[in-house]
């Protein structure tokens, strides 16, 4: 099992920035892939940014240039540095972690709410 831990979410004014952090423990080693998804009231979770073992990153169109996932591979932590925020930012942001070997499985943290409101 994995445990993600999220931290950093709150209100922010447009154009603003926040930093979120996942904190990643228990059965890490099988961990292919860690990044952050959103989701909005009345809509579906959406993708947002991932990162590798390895340290390749790669971000949603809505959020390039805007947002970058980075991670401490000794402390087992992503990050994810959001900046120029908008109000369509506004979700509750989960942490995911993506086991592929020996099978595939999604672990979620319990998600922090963004708010970019004036």
């Known amino acids: 099992q994995v445990q993600l831990v999220e931290s950093g979410g709150g209100l922010v004014q447009p154009g603003g920035s926040l930093n979120l952090s996942c904190a990643a423990s228990?059965?890490?080693?099988?961990?292919?892939?860690m990044g952050w998804y959103r989701q909005a009231p009345g809509k579906q979770r959406d993708w947002v940014a991932l990162i590798t073992k390895g340290g390749w990153t790669d971000h949603a169109e809505s959020v390039k240039g805007r947002f970058t996932i980075s991670r401490d591979n000794a402390n087992n932590i992503i990050y994810l540095q959001m900046n120029i925020l908008k109000p369509e930012d506004t979700a509750i942001y989960y942490c995911?972690?993506?086991?592929?070997?020996?099978?595939?499985?999604?672990?979620w943290g319990q998600g922090t709410q963004v708010t970019v409101s004036s």
């Open positions: 228990g059965t890490i080693d099988n961990i292919a892939t």
């Open positions: 995911n972690a993506r086991q592929l070997m020996p099978s595939l499985i999604n672990f």
